[in-house]
């Protein structure tokens, strides 16, 4: 695996997390109630599967995987401690996913991908974006649509941070860009990145703060 399963498993085992915020990303639940929420889910890099419960406890038939163990222990936890029992969670590598066709397979395709602060920590591994990409591919229904949530590059702060032209770069043939464009990412300051907070991001009374990113949605051909 590109990026080491014990570095996330780390990050949830110390509570050090800072993605890791107890609720959804604001951005998310605006797209569901936008309705651009349809069909099969699945939510790419899950973590601690905010997003799975709540798309699920919405009505939304959903996926959500992840390569860290930790992770997806917390998300199960988490949605056993909201009642949402139907919340699913598999062990994948999106990454292994593009390089391999007969684990996309296993997981089938879906009429709806979201990417919640995932694509962007491939920012310096051209090789993993590009295997990234093309699991997207594989498992994006024809007619379906991904949203990718990514930090951006147009200010300081934590996280890896990306510009819109890598997110346009990186979906090539098969797809169609449909909308980019500015948004929030919602962080905690935990000991990880709390030196990496700009004196411009007001950290609210809760030790979470609202970062700029971008918002793209993208059409599978």
Request: with cysteine; aromatic share 8%; hydrophobic share 45%.
């Amino acid at each position: 695996m590109t990026h080491a399963v014990d570095r996330w498993n780390a990050a949830y085992d110390n509570d050090t997390a800072p993605w890791v915020i107890g609720e959804p990303q604001p951005e998310i639940l605006a797209l569901e109630r936008d309705g651009w929420i349809r069909g099969r889910v699945l939510d790419a890099g899950c973590g601690a599967g905010e997003h799975t419960i709540a798309l699920t406890a919405l009505g939304h038939d959903v996926f959500g995987v992840d390569l860290s163990p930790s992770a997806l222990a917390h998300a199960r936890r988490n949605a056993a401690g909201k009642g949402i029992s139907a919340a699913r969670f598999e062990l994948a590598d999106m990454v292994a996913i593009g390089d391999d066709p007969d684990l996309a397979a296993e997981l089938g395709v879906f009429d709806t991908i979201v990417d919640s602060a995932l694509f962007h920590i491939f920012r310096e591994d051209d090789q993993a974006r590009a295997s990234y990409e093309r699991a997207l591919r594989r498992l994006c229904a024809p007619g379906g649509r991904v949203h990718v949530l990514a930090l951006s590059d147009v200010e300081e702060g934590f996280g890896p941070r990306v510009s819109d032209q890598l997110i346009r770069e990186s979906f090539g043939a098969g797809w169609e860009l449909e909308e980019l464009r500015p948004a929030r990412y919602r962080g905690r300051v935990t000991e990880t990145v709390a030196e990496r907070i700009p004196p411009e991001l007001k950290v609210a009374a809760d030790g979470t703060v609202d970062a700029q990113a971008w918002l793209a949605r993208f059409l599978r051909r």
